[in-house]
């Protein structure tokens, strides 16, 4: 950390959650605390002077695929919702073989700062779909235990050249931080491809739903000649018929012949939709029905809510969970021999509680 040009070393574990802290105090708005979203404008953002360049050099397509970009997805925004939400409000319980730990560590029910617990793990699940990485500031007891933990923000931290950990630009310790690495890599950086084709049907829906008609030409069949702005105004008398009040109805003389060059094919509008869906379902990691997406083949069976949250867990939520969880049961952060996991009971169990798992703060 510097002042006055002088170097002071890697910010330590107060300065690290303080630095944390101070920016979601900053966020808070009358009270309610708004810090758990990103705030402040992420390198991955939809603008910004990289992006800028990516789209000079390269062309559209070959600009890095933004977060923002990704949750105008529809398929990719459920998937993110569903993800997120599910696994930030499963309790977390510290463990010693199969027996609970009493008492549980402090800051697996509980934060000190504006960020609910709830909060820290949506978020932390979030870094870890889009970016495939997460931390967390923490300070430690005198055994190098966690005893306080707080995520920060997406865009506050980075990799340094030699692989340090900097927040807001300051090298921090090892020991004041907890990187969690993720199941993949991110989808921002493997699945751009596929992002961007889901947001290109996306594109083509909206485009077909403002205009759903075939494709048109008003074809002049005297010898008439009409100047540039003549054809304009023609052209655009027909545009503002069809989007009228009027039903779409819309004139044209004998001079004028409308001729129709292809409708929008209907697999673009549903079924090329539905693929893009299922993809984005396949690159983020959870079945394609979760999305509301269906295979080639799938037919609808009976199932139970406690049948389809199992599927869900073994075959989407287990990834994130387990890479959050086994992080978090490392040496580092528990005493040797304790293991931290997510309390499924309320999610599996046959009778969930009304108002969901007991939390503590």
């Known amino acids: 950390m510097s002042l006055g040009g002088t170097y002071l070393g890697p910010v330590g574990t107060r300065q690290a959650l303080r630095l944390v802290r101070n920016l979601a105090a900053a966020d808070s708005i009358g009270g309610a605390a708004v ?4 705030q402040v404008l992420s390198p991955y953002s939809p603008s910004g ?21 990704a949750m105008g997805v529809p398929a990719c925004a459920r998937a993110r919702h569903l993800l997120t939400t599910t696994v930030g409000r499963l309790p977390l319980h510290a463990y010693r073989g199969s027996d609970l730990v009493d008492p549980q560590p ?3 029910y509980r934060t000190d700062g504006p960020v609910s617990p709830f909060h820290r793990m949506l978020w932390t699940v979030d870094d870890l779909i889009f970016a495939g990485w997460s931390l967390w500031a923490v300070e430690r007891d005198t055994d190098g235990h966690v005893t306080t933990a707080d995520r920060v923000p997406g865009e506050a931290w980075a990799f340094g ?11 921090v310790t090892r020991e004041s931080a907890v990187l969690i690495p993720g199941p993949h890599e991110g989808i921002l950086s493997f699945a751009g491809r596929t992002l961007r084709s889901a947001s290109a049907a996306e594109d083509a ?3 077909a739903a403002r205009n759903p008609v075939p494709a048109l030409e008003l074809h002049q069949t005297t010898n008439v000649a009409l100047d540039d702005a003549e054809i304009a ?12 009040e ?6 044209t003389n004998n001079a004028v012949e409308v001729r129709e060059h292809g409708a929008q094919p209907e697999q673009l509008l549903i079924e090329g939709r539905n693929a893009a869906a299922v993809d984005v379902a396949r690159a983020v990691g ?8 269906t295979t080639a083949g799938a037919s609808l069976t009976y199932e139970t809510t406690a049948g389809r949250n199992q599927q869900f867990i073994d075959y989407g939520l287990a990834a994130y969970m387990t890479a959050v969880s086994a992080r978090l049961s490392q040496d580092d952060v528990v005493p040797r021999g304790q293991r931290i996991a997510f309390d499924l009971e309320d999610l599996i169990g046959p009778s969930p509680s009304p108002t969901g798992p007991s939390l503590a703060d």
């Open 106 to 108: 402090t800051w697996t």
């Open 161 to 171: 050249d030699r692989g340090e950990l900097e927040v807001y630009g300051e090298q």
């Open 49 to 69: 002077l990289a992006s800028i360049v990516w789209a000079d050099l390269f062309g559209v397509d070959a600009w890095p695929v933004t977060r923002a970009e």
């Open 286 to 293: 959870i079945p394609a029905a979760m999305v509301d997406a």
């Open 205 to 207: 829906y909206a485009i």
């Open 35 to 38: 810090a758990g979203s990103p």
């Open 246 to 251: 009027s039903g779409g109805v819309a004139y």
């Open 233 to 244: 105004a023609l052209v655009d008398a027909w545009v503002a018929a069809r989007r009228g």
